[in-house]
């Protein structure tokens, strides 16, 4: 079983930074696709940003673009998401996934396998 874990959550001011950690339990197929997700109380868990390992490849949503970016170190099955510039929206439970090589919608969630618990974001005003 493929456990995901996340790390780097915590409680920033508006214009801050965080860099959130993804490590896998397992070594990552070469291609697979890795995501970040964030969720609100009521509301439906979104995809923010995507890649592909060993890929160069990207994929976020149009919220954040500009300010976060995904990126990955395959010998440590680890991916990143650097989020810069935070806004108050930015606020929520942040999840990584993996999903398969083939997967065909990098930010629509119902494509991915493998979750991990979340880490909690919170961004004041």
């Known amino acids: 079983q493929v456990q995901l874990m996340e790390s780097g959550g915590g409680s920033v001011q508006a214009g801050g930074s965080l860099r959130l950690s993804c490590v896998v339990s397992?070594?990552?197929?070469?291609?697979?696709?890795m995501g970040w997700f964030r969720q609100t109380p009521g509301k439906e868990r979104q995809g923010v940003a995507a890649?592909?390992?060993?890929?160069?490849?990207?994929y976020y949503a149009d919220s954040v673009k500009g300010r976060f970016t995904i990126s990955q170190d395959e010998a440590k099955n680890t991916v990143y998401l650097q989020m810069d510039g935070l806004k108050p929206e930015d606020t929520a439970i942040y999840y990584c996934?993996?999903?398969?090589?083939?997967?065909?919608?990098?930010?629509?969630?119902?494509?991915?396998?493998?979750w991990g618990q979340g880490t909690q974001v919170t961004v004041s005003s």
């Open positions: 996934a993996a999903g398969p090589v083939d997967l065909v919608a990098p930010l629509d969630l119902s494509e991915y396998r493998y």
């Open positions: 397992e070594n990552t197929v070469s291609g697979a696709c």
């Open positions: 890649i592909y390992m060993g890929s160069v490849t990207d």
